[in-house]
C-alpha cells in the first residue's frame, strides 16, 4: 500500500522539480545513499547534534532516498524530507518510514503552518546541483525561513581536486545491474558533468537508461556572502578531507550557519 503521506507536496513558486532524478533513483538508492550516509554519521555526530535540543526539528533538504532521514530518527529527531524526485521519495519512505517526505523544489519550497526547524541539513553535495548563484541564494532564503531564531544551517559542498580536470570513470557492476559513471570537469565555469549508462534486469529482461547530470563548484567565498546576505551572520566552516580525515569523506566543504553557533 502506498503511505498517506505520498499525496503530500509542499508548495513552491514555479520552479520545475528534479523529475529527471527518478530514473536514477534505484541506483542511487543501492550505491550512493548507503555509502554517504555512513561517511556522514560520524560528522553529524561531531559538528550538528551536539548544538541541538532532544528530540530536534530538523529539515532534510535534498533529502535523496532517505538514509541521512533514517539515520538521523535513530537519535530522537523527528526529521521531514524534501526533495525533486518522486522516485527518490517512494525509496525514502521505505528507508526511513518514520519520517514526513514532501516533493518540492530546494530553491522555492514553503512549509505553511508548520513549526520552525531546530536545524535544517543537505547533505552529499546536494546544493552542487543548483547551478546558477541566484538561485543558491534563493535556496538560502528559504531555509532561513524555516528556522527558529537559533536554528542551524548544515550543508556541504563539492570542491575541486587537483586532478579534477582529467575526468574519469566509476564503474558498479552487479548480476542484477550494471552503472557505469564517466565524469568530466571545466575548471574555467567550475562545471562537472556526469554521463551515466544505467542497466537494470527486470522480468527477465535487460533495460537500458542513460542520464546527464550536472554540478556547479561554487566558490567558498561566494556562498559565505550569500549566506551573510540571507540572514546567517555566523558561519563555520570544515575542509572535510583535511580536517575529518580521507577516510570520512572526500574532497567537500562542510559549512555550519547560523544566528548564533556555540
Given at each position: 500500500?502506498?503511505?498517506?503521506?505520498?499525496?503530500?507536496?509542499?508548495?513552491?513558486?514555479?520552479?520545475?522539480?528534479?523529475?529527471?532524478?527518478?530514473?536514477?533513483?534505484?541506483?542511487?538508492?543501492?550505491?550512493?545513499?548507503p555509502d554517504f550516509c555512513r561517511q556522514t554519521k560520524g560528522i553529524f555526530e561531531e559538528i550538528l547534534l551536539p548544538r541541538l535540543p532532544d528530540?530536534?526539528?530538523?529539515?532534510?533538504?535534498?533529502?535523496?532516498?532517505?538514509?541521512?532521514?533514517?539515520?538521523?530518527?535513530?537519535?530522537?529527531?523527528?526529521?521531514?524530507?524534501?526533495?525533486?524526485?518522486?522516485?527518490?521519495?517512494?525509496?525514502?519512505?521505505?528507508?526511513?518510514?518514520?519520517?514526513?517526505?514532501?516533493?518540492?523544489?530546494?530553491?522555492?519550497?514553503?512549509?505553511?503552518?508548520?513549526?520552525?526547524?531546530?536545524?535544517?541539513?543537505?547533505?552529499?553535495?546536494?546544493?552542487?546541483?543548483?547551478?546558477?548563484?541566484?538561485?543558491?541564494?534563493?535556496?538560502?532564503?528559504?531555509?532561513?525561513?524555516?528556522?527558529?531564531?537559533?536554528?542551524?544551517?548544515?550543508?556541504?559542498?563539492?570542491?575541486?581536486?587537483?586532478?579534477?580536470?582529467?575526468?574519469?570513470?566509476?564503474?558498479?557492476?552487479?548480476?542484477?545491474?550494471?552503472?557505469?559513471?564517466?565524469?568530466?570537469?571545466?575548471?574555467?565555469?567550475?562545471?562537472?558533468?556526469?554521463?551515466?549508462?544505467?542497466?537494470?534486469?527486470?522480468?527477465?529482461?535487460?533495460?537500458?537508461?542513460?542520464?546527464?547530470?550536472?554540478?556547479?563548484?561554487?566558490?567558498?567565498?561566494?556562498?559565505?556572502?550569500?549566506?551573510?546576505?540571507?540572514?546567517?551572520?555566523?558561519i563555520r566552516t570544515w575542509d572535510a578531507r583535511r580536517d575529518f580525515g580521507p577516510a570520512r569523506s572526500d574532497s567537500r566543504m562542510f559549512y555550519?550557519?547560523?544566528?548564533?553557533?556555540?
Amino acid at each position: 500500500m502506498v503511505p498517506e503521506q505520498t499525496e503530500k507536496t509542499a508548495t513552491g513558486n514555479g520552479f520545475e522539480t528534479y523529475s529527471e532524478y527518478d530514473r536514477f533513483a534505484w541506483f542511487y538508492n543501492r550505491y550512493w545513499g548507503p555509502d554517504f550516509c555512513r561517511q556522514t554519521k560520524g560528522i553529524f555526530e561531531e559538528i550538528l547534534l551536539p548544538r541541538l535540543p532532544d528530540k530536534a526539528r530538523i529539515l532534510d533538504l535534498c533529502c535523496g532516498t532517505g538514509q541521512i532521514a533514517a539515520e538521523l530518527g535513530t537519535h530522537g529527531c523527528e526529521v521531514t524530507g524534501i526533495d525533486g524526485s518522486e522516485a527518490m521519495l517512494t525509496f525514502a519512505r521505505i528507508n526511513a518510514p518514520a519520517a514526513v517526505f514532501l516533493r518540492a523544489d530546494a530553491r522555492s519550497f514553503e512549509l505553511p503552518g508548520v513549526t520552525p526547524f531546530d536545524a535544517v541539513v543537505s547533505s552529499f553535495d546536494s546544493l552542487n546541483h543548483v547551478m546558477e548563484r541566484d538561485e543558491l541564494r534563493q535556496v538560502f532564503r528559504q531555509v532561513r525561513c524555516t528556522l527558529s531564531d537559533d536554528g542551524l544551517f548544515l550543508f556541504d559542498l563539492n570542491i575541486e581536486e587537483p586532478d579534477e580536470a582529467l575526468g574519469g570513470s566509476l564503474d558498479f557492476i552487479d548480476d542484477d545491474s550494471l552503472c557505469v559513471v564517466r565524469h568530466s570537469y571545466q575548471p574555467i565555469r567550475r562545471l562537472k558533468r556526469y554521463d551515466l549508462t544505467m542497466f537494470r534486469l527486470e522480468d527477465g529482461l535487460w533495460q537500458r537508461s542513460d542520464l546527464t547530470l550536472h554540478q556547479r563548484y561554487h566558490e567558498t567565498e561566494v556562498v559565505l556572502d550569500l549566506l551573510t546576505e540571507t540572514g546567517f551572520p555566523q558561519i563555520r566552516t570544515w575542509d572535510a578531507r583535511r580536517d575529518f580525515g580521507p577516510a570520512r569523506s572526500d574532497s567537500r566543504m562542510f559549512y555550519l550557519a547560523g544566528r548564533t553557533i556555540c
